[in-house]
DNA sequence: TAGATTGTTAATCGATTAACAATC
DNA sequence: TAGATTGTTAATCGATTAACAATC
């Protein structure tokens, strides 16, 4: 793999497409597939494609086209999804717990090691055989366990108190679904999903699409 | 409102947040504010701030800056927030559950009419006092209700299907919880959530932090 | 009026696309 | 070898930032 210089968020962003679209050539048993293929599958230009796999190393051929099943290696090796994730997720609401079952049947790899709440009626549930812990044993917790990431399901009012608990308790990364902007250190990897914020931007695009 | 051309995916992509960030100042009293405050609490330069705006009209005034309440209610305008919008759920497991309670609590304006699922065990089962439905009643549900917004939460292997009955069935945008793209009219809009591409780009950051 | 801050034009920066030489 | 297709440089396009005249 070639040095990797500073990626564009925008080429991290379109990473997990390009494998989608490579898994779902492995599963048809498609050797090979070239730039120009792989645009009409997937949308980008051809152009893009290559410009975006060359910043990280020569993966491809010429006058052959990409080896399917290598590349795809290759992005999850970048992805860094060759490795486990250690996971806990903070606020055990339907949305908490939603992505627990989906992270638990979905996503080898992620693995949910503990569940917290400060609602009593939910402490003590089990979820996937994770029991739902105290909120106020967050911190003893992440003393004693060397968790990777963190998911905040919280309310807004909540969530930057929880972002402080996870950044001390040294999660490397925050997966952040509370529709707030969270202030955490340099150190640790931020991923938001503003599920208001997508919706909003829904009702846009529709009352805009004769534009 | 000025006559709005092409304005750009990335300046609608901010416009829920300073929506938020104006809602906050509202609570707070705030009557007024510079692009330059506004700046240093949202994080986007006050150059761009401007720009973005101004996409839309005037809403400052020279000497003195935005009105917090106004601009608030501008942006509210823009995005379509101040009508409503009939909305159906197909897929009812834990994240479809989760998606009709959070938008029934929060989410005035977005109201979820019908949830179906092809799963004998949920049809019949109520969530907000939406009865499940059964997957098979969904065409003539779409025939005999017009809704705005169709959300899937199925599996990826079926939500292609349902994007074409909802298409079918005149909704006027879908939000898309199933990781695939979807092909869908032009007259359709769509918006994707991708949570496992989420989580994978948090995981590039992760183990690229030190960059 | 003087000061502040917008609206808007111009400059810069970065990302996408086009082109083509290198090479399998 | 001839044909195909990459890797990479150059050109274009669009978005962000800077600057400042207009004006409240």
Redesign the interface.
């Known amino acids: 793999m070639k040095e990797?210089g500073?990626?564009s968020k925008a080429v991290?962003?379109r990473?997990?497409?390009y494998?989608?679209y490579l898994e779902d050539l492995m599963k048809k048993d498609v050797d090979r597939i070239s730039s120009n293929e792989l645009s009409n599958l997937?949308?980008y230009t051809a152009s893009q494609i290559r410009q975006d796999l060359n910043n990280f190393g020569g993966f491809g051929q010429q006058g052959y086209g990409y080896n399917v099943k290598a590349l795809h290696a290759e992005i999850s090796k970048?992805?860094?999804?060759d490795r486990d994730?250690k996971m806990i997720i903070v606020g055990c609401?339907?949305?908490g717990?939603?992505?627990a079952?989906?992270?638990h049947y979905?996503?080898a790899g992620?693995i949910v090691c503990g569940m917290f709440d400060i609602n009593p009626r939910l402490v003590g549930l089990s979820i996937n055989d994770i029991e739902v812990m105290d909120y106020s044993a967050l911190d003893e917790y992440l003393e004693q366990n060397q968790i990777?990431?963190g998911i905040i399901c919280t309310n807004k009012g909540s969530a930057q108190e929880v972002a402080d608990k996870l950044v001390m308790g040294k999660v490397?990364?925050i997966?952040n679904f509370a529709?707030?902007?969270l202030e955490v250190g340099e150190?640790?990897?931020?991923?938001n999903?503003?599920?208001?914020?997508?919706?909003?931007?829904?009702?846009?695009?529709?009352?805009?699409?004769e534009?």
Chains 1, 2 share one sequence.
Request: proline share 2%.
């Open positions: 990797t500073k990626i991290i962003k990473l997990p497409r494998r989608r997937i949308g970048i992805l860094g999804l994730y609401g339907n949305l717990q939603a992505l079952n989906y992270t979905y996503k992620f990777d990431i490397k990364g997966w529709a707030v902007d150190e640790v990897a931020l991923e999903v503003h599920l208001s914020d997508s919706l909003q931007s829904l009702a846009y695009n529709i009352n805009h699409k534009d």
